[in-house]
C-alpha cells in the first residue's frame, strides 16, 4: 500500500481543515485507518482511528468533539474533518493503514495554526 496525506496547509484559530488520505493498492477496506500527529518536540500521538467494519474512535482528548474521522472504501480514501482548530493543533499529521501484519504508514502533512 501507498498513503497519501493532503490538505493540510496554514489556518487561522477557530478554522477548519479536513485532511485526506489516498490509498493505492488492493483491500483497503480490510484495513483499520487512523490519524497520528507529532508536534514539534514531541512523541507521534493517536489522533483517531477508524475501523475496517466502519466503527469511529477519537482517542486525544484534546481533540474529542472537534474532530471527526470517516472512511470512503469507494475511493480508497480516510478523512480527518478537523473544527474549532488552536495553536496545540500544529503538528505534521501522519495516516496509517494496519491489517496484521501489514503496518504502512504516509509520509505526513504538515498543519499550522497560526493567526
Known amino acids: 500500500l501507498q498513503l497519501v496525506e493532503s490538505g493540510g496547509g496554514l489556518v487561522q484559530p477557530g478554522g477548519s481543515l479536513r485532511l485526506s488520505c489516498a490509498v493505492s493498492?488492493?483491500?483497503?477496506?480490510?484495513?483499520?485507518m487512523s490519524w497520528y500527529r507529532q508536534a514539534p518536540g514531541k512523541e507521534r500521538e493517536l489522533v483517531a482511528v477508524?475501523?475496517?467494519?466502519?466503527?469511529?474512535?477519537n482517542y486525544a482528548e484534546s481533540v474529542k468533539g472537534r474532530v471527526t474521522i470517516s472512511r470512503d472504501n469507494a475511493k480508497n480514501t480516510v478523512y480527518l474533518q478537523m473544527n474549532r482548530l488552536n495553536a496545540e493543533d500544529t503538528a505534521v499529521y501522519y495516516c496509517?493503514?494496519?491489517?496484521?501484519?501489514?503496518?504502512?504508514w504516509g509520509q505526513g502533512t504538515q498543519v499550522t495554526v497560526a493567526s
Open positions: 493498492g488492493y483491500s483497503f477496506s480490510r484495513y483499520d
Open positions: 477508524i475501523k475496517s467494519t466502519g466503527i469511529s474512535l
Open positions: 496509517r493503514a494496519q491489517s496484521w501484519p501489514c503496518d504502512y
